[in-house]
């Protein structure tokens, strides 16, 4: 498809498990981001990548979350030892570029329940 | 440090009416605003956008203002459609910054 894919749409895990999320961005797109929502919460920034830039990992609330993008398009979010308060819904979006002024396009989104 | 706030949680409005969105910002580094639509189960969608040069910008149903003094912006959707139930998040971008920071979303709702 033309859009941002994410897999898998739905996901179930145990607490304590690890867990991995997957995006392809539209193709040509250099800049990817990962955000989540919450129940009842606005879009959370978590981290973003540039091209060969190393990626801004500013917003990823803790070492048990990682990502990393393959050969600048593929990229997998992975939480290590889930907590019921990693629950939400993590959305994917890319961008042609970087930077201020870029509209961002996003993926359906995985939802992610920690049980 | 909620630096884009939207402070009506939820709005309702009657069909083919005004709908007005506000959105306010704390940091005046920010310089291009977008508002994106989201309905259950989907990802957001871009809707309109503007940025800091301008203090208006329109497309169709769709006018966003922004009042740089008051670091304020506001989405008007005239007329009002059913289809236009959702949620809508204003979002923000800094000079120089890659990232778009989020309010946290107003729940339109049309009714007929």
């Known amino acids: 498809g033309a859009g941002v894919s994410q897999s898998p749409s739905n996901k179930v895990t145990e607490k304590g498990k690890d867990v991995e999320l997957r995006c392809d961005p539209i193709?040509?797109?250099?800049?990817l981001y990962w955000y989540r929502q919450s129940l009842g919460q606005g879009l959370e920034f978590l981290i973003y990548?540039?091209?060969?830039?190393?990626?801004?990992k500013s917003g990823l609330p803790s070492d048990r979350f990682s990502a990393e993008r393959t050969g600048g398009s593929v990229s997998t979010l992975t939480i290590q030892r889930t907590q019921q308060e990693d629950s939400a819904v993590y959305l994917c979006?890319?961008?042609?570029?970087?930077?201020?002024?870029?509209?961002?396009?996003f993926g359906e989104g995985s939802w992610l329940t920690v049980v | 440090d909620q630096q884009v706030k939207q402070n009506s949680p939820s709005l309702s409005v009657q069909e083919g009416r005004i709908s007005i969105l506000n959105c306010d910002y704390t940091n005046s580094m920010f310089d291009y605003f977008l508002w994106y639509k989201k309905y259950p189960a989907e990802g957001p969608t871009f809707l309109i956008s503007i940025s800091s040069i301008k203090d208006k910008n329109e497309d169709g149903r769709f006018t966003v203002f922004l009042n740089k003094s008051a670091k304020h912006l506001s989405l008007h959707i005239v007329p009002s459609q059913p289809g236009d139930s959702a949620v809508y998040f204003c979002a923000a971008s800094a000079v120089g910054a890659q990232k778009l920071v989020f309010g946290q979303g107003t729940r339109l709702t049309i009714n007929p």
């Open positions: 990548f540039q091209g060969n830039s190393a990626p801004d």
């Open positions: 979006a890319s961008s042609q570029t970087g930077g201020a002024g870029n509209t961002i396009y």
């Open positions: 193709s040509g797109h250099t800049a």
